[in-house]
């Protein structure tokens, strides 16, 4: 059975599983890893147990330790060649500069492009921005990933701008990509 | 109107506001600026981004974990109060689990002495094992209606007694469907019943009132006025009133509730008592509790005592946000007493939060607030040493030791408290209950 506070965490994520679902698989656009995100709250959650009094809600403390675990999990990729190697693969698969067909048919997509361009932030973008598309104000955002609101503000406003750049790069390339594969 | 403007349109709305505000000024600044209008198309294209729906593996795995807590839709529950020797209530659903694989006939039960089968050695639960083969795993919809099947046949066999431990077993185990209009009813019923057979029992009128309190319709008042009366010094009394108070913002009713509730001197929800009591009511079922294939057998036990462990009062949360801004000297007094209540209640959720409560307000380099501090890593030393203990993990290789659920329910069934019932796990396995000198609690 688990221990008190892992099923303490359980119960916490279970109250809040839809919208914790949600921002991490909107931080890592992928079902299987956004699940592992979820899980790795918990259990991280059990560990901070008695830091629950320190927040205003639940769900912000939950936010923040998956917050802190995403992080985490992104300095260790950045720490290990083995799974760096992997995600720079992953990386390369999902903003490739010569796309497939398939990946062709998905740039059409705006989503799709959207997607791509949103995984090329970096982590701390991507969090803030995850935020903020679930609804988060400032002052939770704050309360979450523990920035000031104007360093929030700041890097808010610099993650959309080089969402931007990156969308704009990717409907550059898409065209070009697509002259290529119809005069073959 | 102006870029500046614009971005605090996008960090402060939602979406549906940001396109409610595309008021003439927005949209013609949007219209000449490029930047401003792609940061928009952005904002409203990230918001609404489709996001897949929670996979069925990873509801099925916290829904059973948290003893069925999260429905998609559902409203919010306060279930993360988990209250009283979840560890114990945990342990006690294994051995019933295990106990009722044959259909038995009510017994008179001991629980703690009770002797059990070996658990069968079963492997860890890994819904996350992407490697799981298809096959095995389990199917959260079939099971929830056998689950749901099994409920309603031990209801209709616990309610038809007029026993409040038995009625009060039987809310416990429909409140997970408390969101349905037609159980809600029910529950309600059974509650007052229970509530009337049982008029000078605290256990009780505070099952009543926690199991009422997660039931929308349902009235708490009568529960909390009977606790009131015959346990005026538990706070949990008063924390429906301080609840009502404060969500229709009637500071005057907010204050009497807070300057009564601060007079209490403990905080008990008499868990450890209510779960052997529903072990008892549970085991006396006809038909065991179905199994839940790809888990490890007692989980389906397991759900109908997180039940127990999870309901509390939803309010307590409301009070800790209440004490924790307080602003005034009066509410800053009367926070610290209540947290003192707190810190001296049955349920190591309701000590930490005490804790944090007490400590507002104190300056830092303060004895009270060094004591405080000390006490909190005195209380995660035992819940990090219990967390080592071998055979507590279902998890472990090895799942469950059956010496080990023994134990727990012996120390349930020994002490009220929860963190007593850890620190006599502790000792029984020779692991000092206290931190040595230099100990620092683990940080994430």
Redesign the interface.
């Given at each position: 059975m688990p221990t008190p506070e892992l099923q303490r965490a359980h119960a916490l994520v279970a109250e809040h599983l839809d919208t914790l679902f949600r921002v991490a698989y909107r931080l890592t656009h992928n079902v299987p890893d956004a699940q592992d995100l979820v899980q790795d709250t918990c259990v991280a959650a059990a560990q901070n147990m008695a830091r629950l009094a320190a927040m205003d809600t639940s769900l912000h403390w939950l936010l923040r330790v998956m917050h802190n675990r995403f992080l985490d999990c992104a300095r260790r990729r950045q720490r290990s060649p083995f799974i760096a190697a992997a995600s720079e693969q992953h990386a390369r698969r999902v903003v490739s500069d010569a796309p497939g067909p398939e990946e062709l048919l998905q740039q059409a997509d705006s989503e799709g492009a959207l997607q791509r361009a949103f995984m090329r932030l970096d982590d701390t973008q991507r969090t803030l921005l995850s935020l903020r598309a679930e609804g988060y104000d400032l002052a939770e955002i704050e309360t979450i990933t523990g920035l000031a609101r104007e360093v929030l503000r700041m890097r808010l406003h610099r993650a959309r701008r080089t969402l931007a750049q990156y969308l704009d790069e990717s409907n550059d390339a898409t065209p070009a990509a697509g002259r290529v594969e119809s005069g073959t | 109107m102006n870029c500046q403007d614009i971005?605090l349109l996008?960090?402060?709305h939602?979406?549906d506001d940001l396109l409610a505000a595309k008021q003439p000024a927005v949209r013609e600044h949007l219209s000449a600026c490029g930047?401003c209008a792609?940061?928009w198309q952005?904002?409203v294209?990230?918001?609404n981004?489709?996001?897949?729906e929670?996979?069925a593996?990873?509801?099925a795995?916290?829904?059973i974990?948290?003893?069925g807590?999260?429905q998609?839709g559902k409203r919010?529950?306060g279930?993360?109060v988990?209250i009283g020797?979840?560890?114990a209530l945990?342990?006690a659903?294994?051995i019933l689990a295990l106990q009722m694989k044959e259909p038995r006939m009510p017994a008179a039960a001991t629980v703690v002495s009770a002797t059990v089968d070996p658990v069968p050695e079963e492997p860890a639960v890994q819904v996350?094992n992407?490697a799981r083969p298809a096959a095995t795993a389990p199917k959260p919809d079939e099971e929830a209606k056998e689950w749901e099947a099994w409920v309603h046949r031990t209801e209709d066999w616990l309610a038809a007694r007029n026993d409040p431990d038995a009625l009060i077993a039987t809310a416990f185990l429909l409140e997970e469907e408390a969101d349905s209009p037609g159980i809600s009813r029910r529950i309600s019923a059974l509650l007052q019943r229970a509530a009337a057979l049982a008029p000078e029992s605290a256990r009780i009128q505070a099952a009543a009132l926690q199991i009422c309190g997660v039931t929308r319709p349902c009235d708490t008042t009568p529960y909390e006025q009977a606790l009131r009366r015959i346990a005026p010094d538990n706070a949990l009394g008063w924390s429906g009133e301080v609840g009502r108070a404060s969500r229709v913002d009637d500071k005057e009713a907010l204050s009497r509730a807070l300057t009564a509730m601060s007079r209490a001197t403990t905080y008990n929800t008499y868990a450890g008592a209510s779960a052997l009591s529903m072990i008892a009511q549970v085991r006396s079922a006809l038909v065991a509790p179905p199994d839940i294939k790809g888990y490890f057998p007692?989980m389906s036990t397991?759900m109908a005592f997180?039940a127990i462990?999870?309901t509390a009062t939803s309010d307590y949360?409301l009070l800790?946000?209440l004490c924790?801004s307080a602003a005034d000297d009066r509410t800053l007094v009367e926070c610290s007493q209540i947290g003192a209540a707190m810190q001296a209640g049955d349920t190591?959720?309701h000590n930490?939060?005490g804790?944090?409560?007490s400590g507002r307000g104190l300056p830092a380099d303060s004895a009270e607030a060094r004591a405080l501090a000390q006490q909190?890593v005195r209380?995660?030393w035992i819940?990090q040493q219990?967390?080592q203990l071998p055979g507590?993990?279902?998890?472990e290789p090895g799942g469950?030791s059956t010496e080990a659920?023994q134990a727990l329910l012996g120390a349930t069934a020994k002490h009220p408290r929860?963190i007593d019932v850890?620190r006599a796990l502790l000792e029984e396995q020779g692991i000092p209950t206290e931190p040595p000198a230099d100990w620092k609690?683990?940080k994430?």
């Open positions: - | 971005a996008l960090d402060d939602e979406v930047e792609r940061d952005i904002q294209q990230l918001s981004a489709a996001i897949p929670v996979p593996a990873l509801r795995r916290f829904a974990r948290a003893a807590v999260a998609p919010p529950r279930r993360f988990v020797t979840c560890i945990a342990a659903a294994s996350f992407k007692s397991y997180g462990a999870a949360m800790k946000k924790m190591l959720m930490l939060i804790l944090a409560i909190e209380v995660r819940i219990l967390g507590l993990d279902a998890d469950q659920q929860e850890m609690p683990q994430q």
